[in-house]
């Protein structure tokens, strides 16, 4: 199966990312190996290599477990006050197995996004999804096209 024009909403490529399926056809798996992003979708051919996530997925998943760990160690320690070393024990594990479970399927979200909004190297995908002179990114993204072409002189 080759792209096709299939218009995906940007909740749905994200989505489709966090369960780490390509954000176009959601049948494909996202990632080749552990948070190493397939080149291409096995299942439709769309090209995923131009995604650019960085460290962007890791950020996600510290403010986010932050938000929750801290404030459930503080409510532990004043309700029970449990020894340190079982502390540490507890709250180095669970946050160390949360990290790990959350950062896939966060950095697959985030190529669902760059995918959708056509970021990075993802123009050629979206314009191709779009319907011509139907939206102001594909006019954007045309005259872009057309600039570097040499087809238009500003
Ligand atoms: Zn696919």
């Given at each position: 199966m080759r792209p096709s024009q299939v218009s995906v909403s940007l909740a749905h490529a994200m989505w489709r990312g966090f369960r780490?399926?390509?954000?176009?056809?959601?049948?494909?798996?996202?990632?080749?190996?552990?948070l190493k992003v397939a080149?291409?979708?096995?299942?439709?051919?769309?090209?995923?290599?131009?995604?650019?996530?960085?460290?962007f997925p890791a950020y996600l998943v510290i403010a986010a477990l932050g938000h929750v760990i801290v404030p459930a160690i503080l409510v532990v320690e004043t309700a029970y006050a449990p020894a340190l070393w079982l502390q540490l024990l507890i709250w180095l594990s669970v946050t160390t197995l949360s990290a790990l479970a959350l950062l896939q399927p966060t950095k697959g979200a985030i190529v669902g996004l760059q995918w959708q909004l056509g970021m990075h190297g993802f123009d050629t995908s979206k314009r191709r999804r779009l319907v011509p002179g139907q939206s102001r990114f594909h006019r954007t993204i045309s005259r872009r096209a057309k600039r570097r072409e040499g087809e238009l002189d500003d």
């Open positions: 780490m399926r390509c954000p176009h056809c959601g049948q494909g798996t996202l990632f080749g190996r552990f080149d291409h979708c096995p299942k439709c051919d769309e090209e995923l290599f131009h995604h650019c996530a960085d460290d």
